[in-house]
């Protein structure tokens, strides 16, 4: 097995039969993923160190990077600065999220085949629960059917009602929070 080899355009170390390439040029046909990490890191482990390691900022990186720069190659790209994972929406009672709701009509009722359809199953009363999600502005991101009303087009009525609604926004110590809420729609037919 031919193991790969330095070259004048590449300093680095060989592991296993991978190279390691801190300028990340002088590709050679037997190298593997390991070069990937370091040319997008653009340095490679120190000696002893587990080279699959994302290397330190020291100033063998720095040299590096100017050694690049000298030889008119392009500096090697710096990752984004990892982004600050957004919090889950907080829970919050449906008594206390009603009194933001600032549009929106409550009482949803079925149309009248539903209506229709629920006298013939002998069905009085039934009370589905939606789960609404509201972003900072109050407007529902998201609309998910928690227990149906045994009736998919009524299911469907509400869903697409609630969906209209629109909230002030709901604040914790001052400053505007995405919230979720469970609402349950209680419907009494004839006879109940």
Known sequence: MVRPSLDDSCSGIAVGEDLLCNAGVGYKSGMR??????ALTGCASSPGRDPRALPETNSACLA??????????????????????KPPPLDVAPTLIEGHRISGQRAITPDKDTERAMRQAGVTQTSPTFKLCLDTQGVPTS????????????DAEIE??????????YQKDGVAVEVCTAITFIYRGYGG
């Open 64 to 85: 590096n990077a100017h050694a690049r720069q000298d030889q008119g190659l392009p500096a090697l790209p710096t990752p984004p600065p990892a982004a600050t994972p």
């Open 33 to 38: 993923t390991a070069l990937l990490v370091v």
């Open 160 to 169: 697409a009602k609630l969906a209209e609604w629109r909230y002030s926004p």
């Open 143 to 154: 609309v998910t059917l928690l227990r149906s009303s045994c009736f998919p087009r009524y």
